[in-house]
Structures are given as structure tokens and as C-alpha cells.
């Protein structure tokens, strides 16, 4: 079975500053995804970056970016140039590619993330 | 707006009670996925449906069922209700299984 884990309950950071997030997990399958998730106050779960894991390239989204290191199972998300509206709970996730019959998310504990003005 | 809609957005009843949490999912998405979220347990993977079939089940009770109808909305059964299914119910859809999954708003079931 895979897990996901979330080693930083809460994290805060200063507007303007870069922030590191942590994650790593646990699996025996060699072809999968990985996913960070956004949820703010709103309790919406919304899609902050996605990586393929066969990719060597770490994912990028404007101010969102992934520390990718396959061997060691860690998937870290940096955030630059933190704002107000990154105020938010973070979700690390993991889904197996199994050949396309299924596509369950597997989630760690998350992360509270606290930006400062 | 991701594009999903959850009806209602807030659920309360009483413990014993059945409710039913419905989903519709982005246009042209034929997967939907049901979650839990509670304070104790996390964020859980319930169910996954594929064009009306059903394709996983996670750390779905026995007194929780769902379906997919063929103009591929979802609806989430949950019976004989106690104080621990309070929680927030995901619904997700994407285009295909290995496809970014997009979160509706949820619905809040408070049950007392």
C-alpha cells in the first residue's frame, strides 16, 4: 500500500519569501503521479502543480515549483514570492498508474501554511 | 470554479437518518470520485466511478453506497447515520483515470 507523509503540521512564512513544503511516500509501483493540492479558508480543494513520475523535469506553475527526487520518494513544493492568498492548508498526493482502471488520490496530512505580512 | 457542482453545500440531520450528496461533474469528464474529509481521519478516497461503472472503492462503509447515472452525475448514499460521518464529501471528476482530478465545493454533513 502507499502513504504519503507530511512531516511539517504548520509552516509560516513572510510575504515576499520563498517557503520550501515537505513530502515524501512510500511505493512499490515505478509509474505514478504526485499532486499538490491547495485548500484556503474556502475549504476548496484546488490543484497547485502536478508531476508525471516518469519525467526527470520537475514541474513548474508560475510561482509554484517541485523538488522531483525519484530515488529518495520526496516530492517538496517551493513557493516564491509568498502572497496573502497562499494563506492555506497543503495537501501532498499520490496516484498510481495502474494502465488507466483506476485513479484514486492517496493524500498525506497536510500542511498550514501561514503568510505574514 | 473548477467546474464540478455539489448539492447541497450543508447537510444536517440526525443520527439514523439516511441523506443522499449528489455530484455533477465537469462537462466531458467520465470519472467521479468521491472523498471524506474529518478532522481524525483526513482526507479518504470513498468511491471511484468510470461511465457508470464502478471502478475502486477506498474506506467505504458498507452503509455508504453510490452510483453514476448515464448523464454521468453522481449521487453519494449514506444511511443509517452517526456522529462520526460528520465530515466534509468530496466529489472530483477528470477526463480519465490518469488525468488531473478537479475538486467541487464539497458538502458539509453535520450530523448530531
Known amino acids: 500500500a502507499q502513504t504519503v507523509t507530511q512531516s511539517q503540521p504548520e509552516m509560516s512564512v513572510q510575504e515576499a519569501e520563498t517557503v520550501t513544503l515537505s513530502c515524501t511516500y512510500d511505493t512499490s509501483e515505478s509509474n505514478y503521479y504526485l499532486f499538490w493540492y491547495k485548500q484556503p479558508p474556502s475549504r476548496q480543494m484546488i490543484l497547485v502543480i502536478r508531476?508525471?513520475?516518469?519525467?526527470?523535469q520537475n514541474a513548474t506553475e508560475n510561482r509554484f515549483s517541485v523538488n522531483f527526487q525519484k530515488a529518495a520518494k520526496s516530492f517538496s513544493l517551493k513557493i516564491s514570492d509568498s502572497q496573502l492568498g497562499d494563506t492555506a492548508m497543503y495537501f501532498c498526493a499520490f496516484m498510481k498508474h495502474d494502465g488507466g482502471s483506476q485513479g484514486n488520490l492517496i493524500f498525506g496530512k497536510g500542511t498550514k501554511l501561514s503568510v505574514k505580512p | 470554479d473548477s467546474g464540478v457542482t455539489q448539492t447541497p453545500k450543508h447537510l444536517i440531520t440526525a443520527t439514523g437518518q439516511r441523506v443522499t450528496l449528489r455530484c455533477s461533474p465537469r462537462s466531458g469528464d467520465l470519472s467521479v470520485y468521491w472523498y471524506q474529509q474529518s478532522l481524525d481521519q483526513g482526507l479518504q478516497f470513498l468511491i471511484q466511478y468510470y461511465n457508470g461503472e464502478e471502478r475502486a472503492k477506498g474506506n467505504i462503509l458498507e452503509r455508504f453506497s453510490a452510483q453514476q447515472f448515464p448523464d454521468l452525475h453522481s449521487e453519494l448514499n449514506l444511511s443509517s447515520l452517526e456522529l462520526g460521518d460528520s465530515a466534509l464529501y468530496f466529489c472530483?471528476?477528470?477526463?480519465?483515470?490518469?488525468?488531473?482530478?478537479?475538486f467541487g465545493p464539497g458538502t458539509r454533513l453535520l450530523v448530531l
Open positions: 472530483a471528476s477528470s477526463v480519465e483515470t490518469w488525468e488531473t482530478q478537479y
Open positions: 508531476q508525471e513520475a516518469y519525467k526527470q
